[in-house]
């Protein structure tokens, strides 16, 4: 499981995941700077504990997302043009989380 909080962590995931999973990334994470910055610069925005993005790793990972419906908000496919994305949103702490994984490994 790997966690995004801010840009440099974002950054840091080239070359560990596919170029088209990280730019997919990218453009989440602009949205989420976009709707909860409070005015400060792209490079000093950091996300929440409760809203910072996670990615999961491996079908383990997956599963327990599966088990425990509980906090789950909503599961939906992203299909980009050579990978499927799956996206969670979990109810934490009155935010949404989002999870990411690819569709059939990582």
């Known amino acids: 499981m790997k966690r995004i909080q801010c840009l440099t962590d974002l950054n ?21 700077y976009e709707y909860l910055s409070n005015g400060e610069e792209l490079d000093n925005f950091i996300l929440g504990i409760y809203q910072n993005m996670v990615i999961l790793e491996g079908d383990d990972e997956i599963k327990k997302f599966s088990i425990n419906t509980l906090d789950l908000e909503f599961i939906e496919e992203v299909k980009l043009s050579q990978i ?4 969670i949103g979990l109810n934490c702490d009155e935010d949404i989380q989002l999870h990411y994984a690819i569709k059939g490994g990582t």
């Open 84 to 87: 499927t994305i799956i996206r």
């Open 12 to 32: 840091n995931l080239s070359g560990e995941i596919s170029n088209e999973f990280l730019q997919y990334l990218n453009t989440e994470f602009n949205c989420l």
